[in-house]
């Protein structure tokens, strides 16, 4: 579902889902899977997407998902300031840690515009930090520090 909401603030238009582990379930459970999916994406920017069962395990589809990435137009705007919108995030901390001490995170999503370079600054906006929305930008490398 939070990745969906992403997709859609972000207005992201190429949008391909992957139905995974398709192997572990019968035809009949993967199909209502399937029209599952298909009902709960109706009404959204993805409604039209391509739904592919896969088995990663199994290498099922993963031929068929090459195609469709391929098929998708390239049209990453490189004038500008970067944008990175993102669609998931793990946390690589321990709990409790104040941001001060925050060591790191992975992040996944979508570059809209630009290009990022190793060890550039980067802005992450809005961040949520003892009930109050703020931003954090990072250090380069040299710094010694994260945040």
Known sequence: MEHLRAI???EI???????????????????KSYNCIKDFLKGTIAENAPIIPIS??????????????MKIEETLKVDGDPIFLIA????????????????????????IRGKIKKGEEITIKPVLIGGKYTELTTKSPDDKKRF
């Open 8 to 10: 859609q603030v972000g």
């Open 13 to 31: 238009k190429r949008v391909i889902v992957v139905q995974n582990k398709v192997d572990l379930v019968t035809r009949e459970e993967a199909e």
């Open 56 to 69: 990663a395990q199994q290498k099922l589809g993963i031929e068929l998902l090459y195609r469709s990435f």
């Open 88 to 111: 998931r995030s793990f946390d690589a901390n321990k709990p409790g840690v104040t941001p001060l001490e925050l060591i790191g995170g992975v992040i996944g999503g979508s570059v």
